[in-house]
């Protein structure tokens, strides 16, 4: 089983996909590969991309990295890093090509901070209401927080989402609200070096009502290569 920080270590490296994707809407299917590379973050890097997000009251005091400094801002906690917090962040980069023929290139930065770290972190929760799809068990175990990246997948822009992190399943679920759509991407390892992947995108309903018309829905095999 892997816990927290050892999931986040064995995603590194380079790996290759394979999805098929269910356009219900089109009534298509469409396949595509995906090489995927992904490093860890820097310190810096780390603080640049959580200095574009309201979280960003974080590297205030953060910003020397004293460990015996007192945090006063929204930090749950005497003092640290963000290393030392335990908040992994990636480099990730990939180029897609579908069956069609069509190429897709992105490079983005993405951070994902427990709750435990941030006080009062309700205040940063969606206002949205979440789809049945991201309904995970609220078990003791489950790790729940944000997750951050420089660039969308389907919008550009900063990109603040909720994460869920299951140990016993070794399962990794994000669910993000952009402006039109929201997204429930699942990641789970089955094996040393391999993952499922599952990709739900939802549309977006009117304010107060629970997403529920599924749009597109992505099945995966991503597999991690040799150095």
Known sequence: MLDFNQFFQACSGFWQI?????????????RSHTEYRVNSL?????QAL??????????????????????????????????????????????????????VS??????????????NYEVFMPSENFPIAAELPKTEEAIQGFYLRDEGYSESGLIQSSFTYLPSRQTLEMTTFYR?????????????????????????????????????????????QPA
């Open 18 to 30: 394979e999805r098929t994707y269910h356009d219900l809407v089109a009534g298509e299917i469409d």
């Open 42 to 46: 820097t310190v810096s890097e780390k």
């Open 50 to 103: 959580l200095s574009l997000s309201p979280l960003g009251t974080l590297v205030d005091e953060l910003k020397n990295y004293f460990p015996e400094q007192s945090l006063d801002t929204h930090l749950d906690g005497a003092a640290g890093t963000i290393h030392q917090l335990g908040c992994p962040g990636f480099g990730i980069s990939f180029d897609t090509i579908s069956e069609k023929g069509e190429q």
């Open 106 to 119: 992105m490079h983005l930065k993405a951070l994902f901070i427990p709750y435990q770290f941030v006080k």
């Open 180 to 224: 039109r759509s929201i997204a429930v991407d699942q990641m789970r390892f089955v094996a040393p070096g391999l993952r499922l992947r599952t990709i739900i995108t939802y549309e977006k309903p009117p304010a107060g009502e629970v997403p529920e018309v599924i749009t597109l829905v992505g099945f995966g095999v991503e597999k991690r």
